[in-house]
């Protein structure tokens, strides 16, 4: 018995650890529980800048907290949801596959409505005061809908329109000056293709520019009249898709796509909805030094994007040390900096001391960028219920070319 027991202690000590109970008002516990621990973060995988950032923040969770940290790089958000959405139905409570995601918009308001998140956990992240969010009420609030604790913010985004001005001196600065930019120069615009986010993102911006009720786009989209809404936003697209590149009967399929044919020179006028990436573009040499990005005159839509850990996640202690980390002064930095990936920080300034802040400094090697005090104004996003109806109706009339 003894030797048998000796052998069990053995084989033990080579299963990988779960880590340990924690309790959230302990950090301390919290982050002695994620060592050992991988974590598995589902994460847009769609742009080499972002891939980059994770890598280092893999790098840097492993060096300070022994947490092994997996990009699982997804094409859509919605491939995480369907994927949790399936263990809970087989009955999966707490061996989840996923233990963190990248996460906003309809995607967190269908987790949230169908209990498929843990928390709430976020406002007891140490760094989340750095937010301070009773200045900043967007961390506390994802598409008008209120997160309550259940996902962490990380990262800021606003489109933001760029052009070569090599090629272009005046661009257009309203919805409807795009229109007949677009008409006096043809096949020099285009937007992705729904459902990518660019391109829905596109559609919300006309539509709240273009319908006579735009009260209504923040309401359920079942308490409005659908067709009558948005009638205005087919009739724009009508006129505006032959003067398109490739005269509106393909799309690309996303921002990076976009961004090579602004490259390329196939384009002369795109937009992207993080405001400094022409800006990063231009040091990586993927578009001309002639570029330049601007917000339209009457405000263009903007976010803040969150991270969420699910009701089963596996790894919760891991997933919130490293939701911590990701709001810590130096990832938020770093994250920020145009040569890694030029993602706005969620931190406060105010709240950051004189040494923190100074790494946030602007790199004025690039004038592209626009620095965020003079962004403009931000649009609200529209209620998340409004985004699937809209990309079926797009369908409808344009996607089958």
Known sequence: MKHSRGLLMAILALLPTVGHAYELSDWTSV???ARGQTVYWNAWGGDPRTNTYIDWVAEQVEQRYDIDLVHVKVSDTAEAVTRVVAEKAA??????????IWINGENFAAMKANDLLYGPWAEQLPNFTLTAPEQNPEMREDFNLPVEGYE???GRAQITFYYDSARVHEPPHSISALLDW??????RFTYPQPPAFLGT?????ALLALTDQPEALYAPVDEADFDAVTAPLWRYLDRLHPVLWREGKRFPAGGPQMRQLMGDGALSLAFTYTPSAPAAAVLDYQLPASTRSYIFDDGTLGNVHFIAIPFNAQHKAGALTVANFLLSPEAQAHKQDLTMWGDATVLDMAHLSPEQRAAFARDD????SLPPPTL???LRE??????????RAWRQRYGAQ
Do not use: F, Y
């Open 31 to 33: 982050t002695e529980a």
């Open 152 to 154: 962490a913010p990380w």
């Open 365 to 368: 090697r690039a004038a592209e």
């Open 91 to 100: 009955g999966n409570k707490d061996q989840g596959a996923v233990d963190l």
């Open 201 to 205: 993102s596109l559609l919300k911006q």
């Open 182 to 187: 677009a008409q006096a120069h043809p096949g």
């Open 382 to 391: 529209p209620d998340p219920s409004w985004i699937e109806p809209l990309e």
């Open 376 to 378: 403009g104004k931000t």
